[in-house]
């Protein structure tokens, strides 16, 4: 049986993000929402397109902490994103992800809720 819609909301504050270390990862704290632990991780890293044009990308994911059990388990979440840069600029995302220790799950561990380019203007 399914369950009804379970929310909650997490939130980071990433300030300097030109200055953060490339391909080194961040964390936030880790939160319990509905007796699951949920973290998020963000990172930089240089990107190329193969045309000698390299960038940086910054990169935030969002980090099931569930431990694998014997019991099947799966939880589907709806993620908005909101990012609003220093200028004032928000990009918002939304995507559906789905996280178990089922075997058909691609996103079992971690689910990439945002991708950018960073552009040092």
Known sequence: MARPDQQFVMSA???N?????????????EEEHFNVPWQM????EETSDGEDQVS????LYLKC?????????SI??????SVKSANGRTTFKKETFDF???????HSVMATLFQKALSHQ
């Open 41 to 44: 991780r963000y990172r930089t």
């Open 100 to 106: 178990g220790n089922l075997e058909d799950l691609e």
């Open 65 to 73: 902490l569930k431990t694998s059990e014997d019991v099947p388990w």
């Open 13 to 15: 504050l990433i300030e």
């Open 76 to 81: 589907k979440a709806e993620c908005e994103l």
């Open 56 to 59: 940086n990308k910054f990169s």
């Open 17 to 29: 993000v030109p200055d953060i270390k490339e391909n080194e990862d961040y964390f936030s704290k």
